[in-house]
């Protein structure tokens, strides 16, 4: 019988090798799920050192799956949002002389409420 064990170096070729074998590595929330053809416990000899090296690096798999997950689902890039401390877009009006927006901090806080009932 020829055994061939590899140890992979990233995510990705691990959950490939997986793939080979008929194992199929899901992201299920925040955690990992695997579905074989087979039980856990009655895996071939040639799988078995690939799911243990699974066991072992599962947040690191983890967290290459939810970065694919979100390259799928956001192919564009995110905008950035403002840092604490930076201005606050509320922090904008519209300024009739000067026919356009201006930078006013804090006019929008100088607004009446209402009651609502």
Same mark, same amino acid.
């Given at each position: ?29 925040? =955690? ?19 799911? @243990? ?15 694919? /997950?979100? /390259? ?20 904008? /009006?519209?300024?009739?002389? =000067? ?13 009446? @409420?209402? @009651?609502?009932?």
């Amino acid at each position: 019988m020829n055994l061939r064990v590899t140890l992979t170096t990233s995510p990705s070729e691990l959950i490939s090798e997986l793939t080979r074998h008929q194992v199929q590595v899901l992201l299920s929330g925040d =955690r990992l799920r695997i579905r074989t053809p087979w039980p856990v416990a009655e895996a071939p000899e040639e799988v078995r050192p690939l799911l @243990r090296e699974l066991r072992q690096r599962q947040a690191e798999v983890r967290e290459s799956l939810q970065q694919e /997950r979100d /390259r799928r689902l956001f192919p564009y890039p995110l905008p950035e949002t403002l840092a604490l401390g930076g201005v606050d877009p509320l922090d904008f /009006r519209y300024c009739p002389e =000067r026919q356009g927006m201006i930078l006013d901090v804090g006019w929008w806080r100088g607004i009446p @409420r209402r @009651r609502l009932h």
